[in-house]
């Protein structure tokens, strides 16, 4: 069994970006600069953009925090949107969700200029995706779709099932899975209605578990030898850790482990190569590498 790093890989992507920011720099071009909106006090989200403008500092990138209470209207909110989609020194920007319920999430998600949707949620970028042309791709998938391909695994023609189908990671990562230029795979979607999710996950070669249900996939629903990565996060009281929690994955790790050819841990696995690729997609945005 080999553990895939997550750690250690983003730090060596985020190493190679900051070379090559230096080197555009260094010819006179623009340091690329992300913002991040973050509405409200979500310990998660506090801890994800903290993070996020930690991981711009060591890619050498200028960062903005836009901060707001979580009584913002949702007109305030598309105020702001509209501020930064016309303010030509931020290449992209994200807003952090969850959003408080009374802001529509899909209208902030749509009044994003898609050129600098570097957290590829607009539609414009989902659907370009869907159908392989060059766009910004959502994070965790893109981080995934990275972490394979640097550990060598093979993923053509093979048997994938994916358990979830959220638009952050289920659904984006099918179809990335599935086509030709990424994955190449055999793909199967499960999800909290699927009568057969056992027996397909006993078949596969690769399972990437996305349902946020901590220790899900148990070790009688892996084969052996199969890969495993673990994109769940879920936050367990924990009275033995500072924070009074700790971070428990969608796989019962102790016990799958053992069977793997590959595995990824939580933490230390998908998460950091999540924030690793929004860094490579506000690379991109300030290359202007997709969009003009
Ligand atoms: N909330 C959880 N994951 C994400 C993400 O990748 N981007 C944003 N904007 N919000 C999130």
């Known amino acids: 069994m080999q553990l895939i790093d997550g750690k250690a890989t983003a730090t060596a992507i985020k190493a190679e970006i900051a070379e090559e920011v230096k080197q555009i720099v260094a010819n006179g071009g623009k340091q690329p600069h992300l913002a991040a909106v973050l509405v409200g006090h979500d310990g998660g989200s506090e801890t994800y953009v903290k993070n996020k403008v930690l991981a711009c500092e060591a890619c050498g990138f200028k960062s903005t925090l836009i901060r707001y209470e ?6 305030e909110l598309l105020a702001c949107v509209d501020k930064l989609n016309k303010d030509e020194d931020v290449d992209g920007f994200i807003v952090q969700l969850p959003l408080p319920k009374h802001i529509d999430e899909q209208k902030i998600i749509e009044a994003i200029d898609y050129r600098k949707d570097v957290d590829g949620f607009h539609p414009i970028n989902v659907g ?5 042309l060059p766009c910004f791709i959502s994070a965790t998938p893109l981080g995934i779709i990275t972490l394979l391909k640097r550990y060598g695994i093979e993923t053509s023609g093979k048997k994938c099932v994916i358990l979830g189908r959220s638009n952050i990671v289920g659904k984006p990562m099918a179809q990335l ?8 795979a055999t793909v199967t979607v499960c999800h909290s209605r699927s009568q057969t999710l056992k027996e397909e996950c006993r078949e596969a070669d690769i399972i990437i578990a996305a349902i946020g249900k901590p220790n899900f996939v148990t070790a009688d629903m892996v ?13 367990v009281p924990d009275a033995t850790r500072k924070s009074g929690f700790r971070l428990n994955g969608d796989v019962d790790f102790e016990n799958v482990a053992p069977k793997c050819s ?5 933490p230390g696995g998908v998460g950091p190569m999540t924030i690793c690729s929004l860094m490579k997609n506000t690379l991109a945005a ?3 590498e997709y969009y003009k």
């Open 223 to 235: 084969k052996d030898g199969a890969v495993i990565v673990d994109v769940g996060t879920t936050r």
């Open 262 to 266: 590959y595995i990824t841990p939580v």
């Open 177 to 184: 899975m599935m086509q030709k230029q990424y994955g190449d």
């Open 128 to 132: 370009r995706m869907a159908i392989g």
């Open 70 to 75: 979580a009584d913002i209207t949702e007109e």
């Open 286 to 288: 300030g290359k202007k």
